[in-house]
């Protein structure tokens, strides 16, 4: 028997699920605000990194590991195979413990002088240079859209407007009423406000920078890169973009969706003397770009699947993506689909509750602004 779904938010983990259901054969009506992976999403930037490393934590290593497997599968071009390299600035860190996880599950890594992979790069206060090879960037906005219009492919019905939840019933904003045997709100940094009954969501303001650099910086040569213990990660000029550097400091508090979107000078600041530092050559790169983005965090930093508390299973929340949940969209819709539908148990530690403790850190060190 084919069951029916309603999907809210065609960022990554909708379009990812609208896109896994539709193609199983579920009756998908994919909702959007806007159109998949606009501006103001947190999917909406033009890349994002996908790495195996997070430190001891071996489920997310294993689901982006699987997810870059499902990238290639929708379309090879939207990863590019440069390999992302960790910054280690302790011998015995979160990077090594990274290193003895992905050794554990098979994923390639390699220590590598950094010298041999940057065109110019102080490694004074790294006690190594952690390469993941197999890792990379993936063509973010491309990538959604692909996977909504794959949705569609498949036989999901995309419907524009704003959604609001009413029970088990999903109403639009042109007075349509929609219900089906399953809803999931995937509602990225609006789901804030929609579930605050619910979900414990901080929303930062985050930037990204992206600066001017000869042809030696282009990726796939230059790998992307994180500096876990400093709190920046970045990657080589990706399709003419620049050179992109992201302060991962946590940016301050955002109070409305609509605002304005403005660069903060304090990131700004942080990403110049990260790229000074870091990557001597471009102390003085011109800016060429940059985009504000949005943090949807969760206390501790795992994201929220879980059915809501009051519906019996038949409304989910899908999202926290704490600032890095783009990688694993396909793999996690993909483990979704059985947790939907009741022939598995949804995974313990994204489920609503109390026994959350921030006891993980799956991002960088982060720090406060
Ligand atoms: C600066 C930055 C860098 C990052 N870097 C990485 C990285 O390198 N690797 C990585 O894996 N992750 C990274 N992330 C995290 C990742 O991008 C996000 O976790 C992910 O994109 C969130 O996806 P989402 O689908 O939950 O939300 P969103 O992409 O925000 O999508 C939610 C969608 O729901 C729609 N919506 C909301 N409310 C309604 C409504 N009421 N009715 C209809 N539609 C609605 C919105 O319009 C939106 O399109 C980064 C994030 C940021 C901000």
Redesign the pocket.
Known sequence: MTSSVVV????????SLADRLARSGWGVTH????????V??????E?????SSHGDDELHARM?RRALELWRELDPRLVSPAGVAWFARRADGWEAASERVLTRLGIPNERVDPAALFPSVNADDLAFTLLEPEAGL?R?REG?RALADRAVAAGAQRVT????PDGERVVLDDGRVLEADHVVW??????AA?FADVLELRITH???FYFGADGRWAAPDVP?WVDFDGAA?GMGDLDGRGVKV?PDVEGPGVAS?SAERRNSPELERVARAYLAHRFPALAGAPLVGS?V????LTPDERFVVSPHPAYGGRVWL????????????PALAERMESWIAGSEAPEACFTLGDHRRHDVQL?TAGTKL
């Open positions: 809210v938010g065609a960022g990554v983990l909708g379009s909702v959007e605000q806007f159109s998949p992976g606009h103001r999403s947190g999917s909406g930037d890349s994002r990194l996908i790495r982006s993936l973010a959604v407007a704003v959604a609001r995937a509602c990225g940094a609006w789901m929609l985050q930037d990204v992307g990660y992201g969706m985009r983005c949005q943090y949807e899908l999202g926290g993506g704490s600032g890095h949940a783009f990688k694993h969209g991002r």
